[in-house]
């Protein structure tokens, strides 16, 4: 079976990072690795790792260079990349493997808000998938890569934003990269807040401007303000 290394960007997410690492030892198959980057030098997240025997590795923050700091260190066949405050369907890791033993050099889950739930999101979770197949999914779906791809493409960018874009363009050129079925679920407490309607139009307007130029150092500032992080 493939190695696995699982990549977590955190940055005082300690509760979801401790739930998340929970939901990792309990999966039926499980990773070769998990490695922790800790972008706020907190204690709270050193004991998290060690209790669960993940390695973790400091850095500033700033989420493309904590991503590109986890990478170099792994040693797995497969990395995956998961933000602190996802949450996992059953059986992962096997379906990544029957991905990847189908020929795809990497790909992501399907995106769906985790409960509690409101009518809006029956709306939102197509759109999503319609434009993860037409544009770049985003690092809350669960990216993962066979790591010599993502070596040769040359990893995330070293952005607070839109970090896997240039990575995941680079590596649809090069082979298949799959939409899986199995969902990762995503916190939904920031739309409820935000407003769902509010928070997803800002979202998009957002990634309009990055596709027309705008850097994402230059919008990281306008995202935490219009969505109150």
């Given at each position: 079976m493939l190695k696995f290394s699982v990549v977590i960007p955190c940055y005082r997410d300690e509760e979801p990072l401790a739930r998340l690492l929970?939901?990792?030892?309990?999966?039926?198959?499980?990773?070769?690795?998990?490695?922790?980057?800790?972008?706020?030098?907190?204690?709270?997240?050193?004991?998290?790792c060690e209790q669960a025997a993940a390695a973790r590795l400091l850095s500033e923050p700033c989420r493309g260079l904590q991503l590109g700091?986890?990478?170099?260190?792994?040693?797995?066949?497969?990395?995956?990349?998961?933000?602190?405050?996802?949450?996992?369907?059953a059986d992962p890791l096997?379906?990544?493997?029957?991905?990847?033993?189908?020929?795809?050099?990497?790909?992501y889950f399907r995106f769906r808000f985790a409960s509690p739930r409101a009518w809006p999101a029956w709306v939102?979770?197509?759109?999503?998938?319609?434009?993860?197949?037409f544009g770049v999914p985003?690092?809350?779906?669960?990216?993962?890569?066979?790591?010599?791809?993502?070596?040769?493409?040359?990893g995330h960018a070293p952005w607070?934003?839109?970090?896997?874009?240039?990575?995941?363009?680079?590596a649809r050129r090069l082979g298949p990269f799959a939409a899986l079925p199995e969902p990762i679920f995503v916190d939904s407490r920031r739309w409820q807040r935000d407003g769902w309607w509010r928070r997803s139009l800002n979202n998009r307007l957002l990634a309009l401007k990055f596709m027309r130029g705008a850097a994402p150092?230059?919008?990281?500032?306008?995202?935490?303000?219009?969505?109150?992080l």
């Open positions: 929970e939901q990792l030892r309990r999966l039926p198959h499980q990773p070769g690795e998990i490695i922790v980057v800790d972008a706020a030098g907190s204690r709270r997240c050193a004991q998290l700091i986890g990478a170099a260190q792994a040693q797995g066949d497969v990395l995956w990349f998961l933000h602190a405050d996802a949450q996992l369907s096997l379906a990544m493997t029957m991905a990847i033993q189908r020929g795809a050099i990497g790909g939102l979770e197509p759109a999503i998938a319609l434009r993860c197949r985003y690092g809350d779906q669960g990216i993962f890569m066979l790591r010599s791809v993502y070596r040769q493409v040359g607070p934003l839109f970090e896997e874009a240039p990575l995941v363009r680079a150092q230059d919008l990281v500032a306008h995202y935490h303000s219009k969505n109150d």
